[in-house]
């Protein structure tokens, strides 16, 4: 059996097999690479090149980037202002969102821009009353066409871009794909707001993402009085309190002014039993009584400005959260208290809630208790803190920190030094000062210089799928390449088209690669497509880069199916969305990629 031949039973086989759907694709892609070595098609150093290769480096490098927007509060904030300007018009509140998501995927990819979105998007349709089915899948979409926008949109667009520089030696530009995405956005915008409410489902989801974003003020009415706030009060410099003891000036009932905690600026709990210039008390009562207490003793109300003390619990700087009482616990049986610092020294416990009856701390301030299973403690310090003690056997989360943080702290301590080191990679990626994986790879590691993530969420921000399905199917597609397997698709591609018109062979190459990109990953499309569209332009004579950019446009047209992207299946639940909804808004649309790929790219990249 020849190469070729052997080749394409493997190509079918693994096409047949991510179609079935029963193998994850992590599995095929390393089995195709181990199979290509046992058929001695390529050698072993070549079986695993692909996980070596600069493009898994720069889409791993990105995952932080886009974990550092993300974790910076950057798409909270971008949540905000779609929720101040879109109002209750629905032409704008479709095409604010599909903005917000595209912008958003150019910086951190399809599915990350999705995955960030799709809580408020749900949560603002129910506000409105409207159905998510006729925001959710524009907000998909809009996504797949913002992954044009520029180079680090899509790991595709990194593999094109890779294919160019090794069969031209020139490269595309970071923003030059805007030529193709900006038009498929402004279309599939158009098209949303004037055919969308005849074609997408009106459906109640089964399921609705938890919203958080008014967290605190939800906890503080849980376990305090209605008419009660909790405030921070600063002790200055000149406070005649410095270097009062703390145990004498809060009585348990004086004037309706409880004492919780006693903390420095980032949320840390203090022990010092007397009061320091700088400290703060973490205090609730009614706002008369605290304004009144504050007065007295020469303190300062820590002031809201705008979100970033929220009702006394969560800040840039600190936060809450809810944990119980896991059965079996060793803190069973233990005592608790309000103002109780924990034993890391780094978490204080403002409330301890009983199911079924009213938070023990609605009673009495100082009352000490003990800790049954199923008990509910309210934990407040600093995020890095709540990160890192909550992760414990004797505790299960209500909602984690970084959940709580993302929804109720826009552009967080984080947000600035993220946005400059972002600004900088995209500086280094559009001048080509060093290669992509490069600046890719120093805007990762100054993320977790800065502090904007730590390691541990730069580690758990990889999308393992992603990268080993781009790292094993690599090998595959450098074989296609090397057994003539792509040189005889694309002389079968060109007999097909009769050859006599480029733009057959441009609409050959989108319809095969548009058509494969509906059944399995656009990735392993891309991968499997791009040498046989190499072969194709060569054998006719026409331009690497009019045809690759065609396989981009097509790559990206993933608009038919739930399984055709992450992105897709996402949306599919939250808006209660059926497998056949996808096609009958996704073929208008696809018309239009299909356009923009076969007549458009060829005006910017000429055959």
Request: net charge neutral; hydrophobic share 55%; aromatic share 6%.
């Given at each position: 059996?020849?190469?070729?031949?052997?080749?394409?039973?493997?190509?079918?086989?693994?096409?047949?097999?991510?179609?079935?759907?029963?193998?994850?694709?992590?599995?095929?892609?390393?089995?195709?690479?181990?199979?290509?070595?046992?058929?001695?098609?390529?050698?072993?150093?070549?079986?695993?090149?692909?996980?070596?290769?600069?493009?898994?480096?720069?889409?791993?490098?990105?995952?932080?980037?886009?974990?550092?927007?993300?974790?910076?509060?950057?798409?909270?904030?971008?949540?905000?202002?779609?929720?101040?300007?879109?109002?209750?018009?629905?032409?704008?509140?479709?095409?604010?969102?599909?903005?917000?998501?595209?912008?958003?995927?150019?910086?951190?990819?399809?599915?990350?821009?999705?995955?960030?979105?799709?809580?408020?998007?749900?949560?603002?349709?129910?506000?409105?009353?409207?159905?998510?089915?006729?925001?959710?899948?524009?907000?998909?979409?809009?996504?797949?066409?913002?992954?044009?926008?520029?180079?680090?949109?899509?790991?595709?667009?990194?593999?094109?871009?890779?294919?160019?520089?090794?069969?031209?030696?020139k490269g595309i530009g970071f923003f030059e794909f805007?030529?193709?995405?900006?038009?498929?956005?402004?279309?599939?915008?158009?098209?949303?707001?004037?055919?969308?409410?005849?074609?997408?489902?009106?459906?109640?989801?089964?399921?609705?993402?938890?919203?958080?974003?008014?967290?605190?003020?939800?906890?503080?009415?849980?376990?305090?009085?209605?008419?009660?706030?909790?405030?921070?009060?600063?002790?200055?410099?000149?406070?005649?309190?410095?270097?009062?003891?703390?145990a004498g000036l809060l009585p348990a009932t004086r004037?309706?002014?409880?004492?919780?905690?006693?903390?420095?600026?980032?949320?840390?709990?203090?022990?010092?039993?007397?009061?320091?210039?700088?400290?703060?008390?973490?205090?609730?009562?009614?706002?008369?009584?605290?304004?009144?207490?504050?007065?007295?003793?020469?303190?300062?109300?820590?002031?809201?400005?705008?979100?970033?003390?929220?009702?006394?619990?969560?800040?840039?700087?600190?936060?809450?959260?809810?944990?119980?009482?896991?059965?079996?616990?060793?803190?069973?049986?233990?005592?608790?208290?309000?103002?109780?610092?924990?034993?890391?020294?780094?978490?204080?416990?403002?409330?301890?809630?009983?199911?079924?009856?009213?938070?023990?701390?609605?009673?009495?301030?100082?009352?000490?208790?003990?800790?049954?299973?199923?008990?509910?403690?309210?934990?407040?310090?600093?995020?890095?803190?709540?990160?890192?003690?909550?992760?414990?056997?004797?505790?299960?989360?209500?909602?984690?920190?970084?959940?709580?943080?993302?929804?109720?702290?826009?552009?967080?301590?984080?947000?600035?030094?993220?946005?400059?080191?972002?600004?900088?990679?995209?500086?280094?990626?559009?001048?080509?000062?060093?290669?992509?994986?490069?600046?890719?790879?120093?805007?990762?590691?100054?993320?977790?210089?800065?502090?904007?993530?730590?390691?541990?969420?730069?580690?758990?921000?990889?999308?393992?799928?992603?990268?080993?399905?781009?790292?094993?199917?690599?090998?595959?597609?450098?074989?296609?390449?090397?057994?003539?397997?792509?040189?005889?698709?694309?002389?079968?591609?060109?007999?097909?088209?009769?050859?006599?018109?480029?733009?057959?062979?441009?609409?050959?190459?989108?319809?095969?690669?548009?058509?494969?990109?509906?059944?399995?990953?656009?990735?392993?499309?891309?991968?499997?497509?791009?040498?046989?569209?190499?072969?194709?332009?060569?054998?006719?004579?026409?331009?690497?880069?009019?045809?690759?950019?065609?396989?981009?446009?097509?790559?990206?047209?993933?608009?038919?199916?739930?399984?055709?992207?992450?992105?897709?299946?996402?949306?599919?639940?939250?808006?209660?969305?059926?497998?056949?909804?996808?096609?009958?808004?996704?073929?208008?649309?696809?018309?239009?990629?299909?356009?923009?790929?076969?007549?458009?790219?060829?005006?910017?990249?000429?055959?």
């Amino acid at each position: 059996m020849t190469e070729p031949v052997l080749m394409l039973l493997i190509l079918a086989a693994t096409v047949a097999i991510f179609v079935w759907n029963k193998i994850s694709v992590e599995i095929v892609a390393i089995g195709v690479a181990l199979m290509l070595f046992s058929t001695g098609i390529i050698s072993i150093d070549e079986a695993f090149s692909g996980f070596g290769s600069q493009t898994v480096v720069l889409i791993a490098a990105l995952f932080v980037v886009a974990e550092a927007v993300d974790s910076a509060g950057i798409t909270t904030w971008m949540g905000g202002l779609l929720v101040r300007f879109a109002g209750d018009s629905r032409p704008r509140l479709i095409a604010l969102i599909m903005v917000f998501t595209a912008l958003l995927t150019a910086v951190i990819s399809v599915n990350g821009a999705v995955a960030a979105l799709l809580p408020m998007v749900v949560v603002l349709a129910v506000r409105l009353g409207r159905e998510p089915g006729q925001l959710l899948m524009p907000m998909a979409f809009a996504a797949h066409a913002g992954s044009l926008l520029v180079l680090t949109g899509s790991p595709v667009n990194i593999l094109i871009l890779e294919a160019a520089i090794d069969t031209t030696g020139k490269g595309i530009g970071f923003f030059e794909f805007a030529l193709v995405g900006l038009p498929l956005l402004v279309g599939t915008i158009v098209i949303a707001i004037y055919i969308g409410p005849k074609l997408l489902p009106q459906r109640v989801p089964e399921t609705v993402p938890k919203d958080l974003s008014d967290h605190p003020r939800v906890l503080l009415g849980h376990y305090w009085p209605a008419e009660h706030e909790l405030v921070r009060l600063l002790v200055p410099a000149g406070s005649a309190q410095v270097g009062d003891k703390i145990a004498g000036l809060l009585p348990a009932t004086r004037g309706g002014v409880h004492l919780l905690s006693v903390q420095n600026a980032a949320g840390k709990p203090l022990p010092s039993e007397v009061l320091a210039a700088g400290g703060f008390l973490v205090v609730r009562g009614t706002a008369r009584d605290i304004a009144d207490f504050a007065i007295e003793h020469e303190m300062v109300v820590e002031t809201t400005k705008g979100r970033e003390v929220a009702c006394g619990l969560v800040s840039k700087s600190f936060g809450v959260v809810e944990v119980l009482v896991a059965p079996r616990s060793n803190l069973i049986d233990t005592s608790v208290y309000p103002g109780m610092i924990t034993k890391s020294g780094s978490l204080v416990v403002l409330a301890h809630h009983r199911a079924g009856q009213a938070a023990i701390t609605n009673q009495v301030t100082t009352q000490i208790s003990e800790v049954k299973a199923g008990d509910t403690l309210l934990l407040q310090g600093s995020w890095k803190a709540l990160d890192q003690h909550t992760r414990d056997h004797n505790v299960l989360l209500v909602d984690s920190p970084d959940a709580i943080r993302r929804q109720t702290v826009p552009l967080g301590p984080g947000a600035f030094p993220a946005l400059g080191i972002l600004a900088v990679m995209v500086v280094m990626m559009t001048t080509n000062i060093v290669p992509a994986a490069v600046a890719a790879l120093l805007a990762a590691m100054a993320m977790v210089l800065g502090r904007v993530v730590t390691i541990g969420q730069a580690h758990r921000s990889m999308a393992w799928q992603t990268l080993i399905l781009v790292g094993g199917m690599i090998p595959l597609s450098a074989a296609i390449t090397q057994t003539g397997t792509a040189k005889m698709l694309a002389d079968g591609i060109v007999n097909l088209t009769g050859g006599s018109s480029p733009y057959l062979l441009l609409l050959g190459i989108f319809v095969v690669t548009a058509v494969l990109g509906q059944l399995i990953s656009n990735t392993a499309t891309a991968l499997i497509i791009i040498p046989i569209s190499l072969s194709v332009a060569a054998e006719a004579g026409i331009s690497p880069i009019t045809v690759l950019m065609c396989v981009s446009v097509a790559s990206s047209a993933a608009l038919l199916t739930p399984i055709a992207t992450p992105a897709n299946m996402m949306i599919m639940r939250p808006a209660g969305y059926r497998f056949g909804d996808y096609w009958k808004f996704g073929i208008v649309i696809m018309a239009l990629y299909l356009a923009i790929g076969v007549f458009w790219v060829p005006v910017f990249w000429p055959f």
